[in-house]
């Protein structure tokens, strides 16, 4: 592991949510994964998804080997300085996901209102 003494905060590190530009956090440490997104198995997407938060339970749900552990040293860049106190902010990952379960209600509202005036229509008759 290079002897690197970098500490960031989760807000730093999520500022870094690009495939230009990507960094995620694993086990309290920091790594720059953008070099690594093509090469990635599962896909850059996967790794996009987990910026902005801590993703070690996504990458130990994801049952990495012994190997793919050791190769993340290569992008190691710092450490998560757990001192300062949480962001407020919320990545783009959540604020989206927010956002699609506020707006499905839309078109299924219009759709049980239609429901409704056809079975009241239907009913008149």
């Known amino acids: 592991m290079p002897t690197i003494s970098n500490f960031y905060t989760m807000k730093d590190a999520s500022k870094h949510n690009t495939k230009a530009d ?4 694993v086990d309290g440490k920091v790594y720059d994964v953008t070099q ?12 996009l998804a987990a910026t902005g938060r801590d993703a070690t339970d996504d990458f130990e749900d994801a049952g990495h080997s012994k190997s793919a ?3 993340m040293e290569e ?8 001192s300062a106190p949480p962001s407020t902010e919320k990545s783009y990952h ?3 996901v927010q956002l699609a379960k506020q707006y499905w209600a839309v078109p299924v509202a219009a759709v049980g209102i239609s429901v409704v ?4 229509y239907l009913r008149k008759k």
């Open 22 to 25: 990507c960094w995620i956090v």
């Open 36 to 47: 690594y997104l093509d090469d990635h198995p599962g896909g850059d997407d996967v790794i």
């Open 69 to 71: 552990r050791e190769q």
């Open 75 to 82: 992008y190691f860049v710092g450490e998560l300085d757990t």
């Open 94 to 96: 959540v604020k989206f």
């Open 117 to 120: 005036v056809g079975f009241l």
